[in-house]
């Protein structure tokens, strides 16, 4: 069994995101690595690093329109689609999000308090 990763220290603060997003993105971590070993076993070797584009790309086109909650809302729906999916289908989304989060390739990554 793998080793549950965290949510990346202070990323949760920095970003002013909710407990319960704060819950879902533990529980999408939970699946993340699924999701590493997808992308290291796909045929074509530069889908993770296409998808961390779009998904800085979504996440910029995002910020500032609307609160951190609703912007992983977005996010949720746009990689999960607009309509709600079965526990399994919602899962693998918030596994794919968590992916992205933790490598910070969306969201905002704490400032250091060391200088």
């Not at 079965?86 to 918030?94: G, I, M, Q, R, S």
Request: aromatic share 8%.
């Amino acid at each position: 069994m793998t080793d549950v990763k965290d949510v990346p220290t202070g990323k949760i603060e920095a970003n002013a995101l909710s407990e319960a997003v704060a819950r879902l993105l533990k529980e999408g971590m939970i699946k993340s690595p699924l999701v590493a070993e997808f992308l290291a076993q796909w045929h074509d070797e530069t889908l993770g690093e296409r998808l961390a584009e779009a998904f800085k790309a979504e996440y910029r086109r995002l910020r500032g329109s609307d609160g951190p909650n609703r912007i992983f809302a977005a996010l949720q729906s746009w990689v999960g689609g607009d309509h709600r999916g079965t526990p399994e289908h919602e899962l693998a989304v918030l596994a794919v999000i968590a992916y992205y989060f933790e490598r910070c390739d969306i969201f905002e990554e704490p400032r250091s308090a060391a200088r």
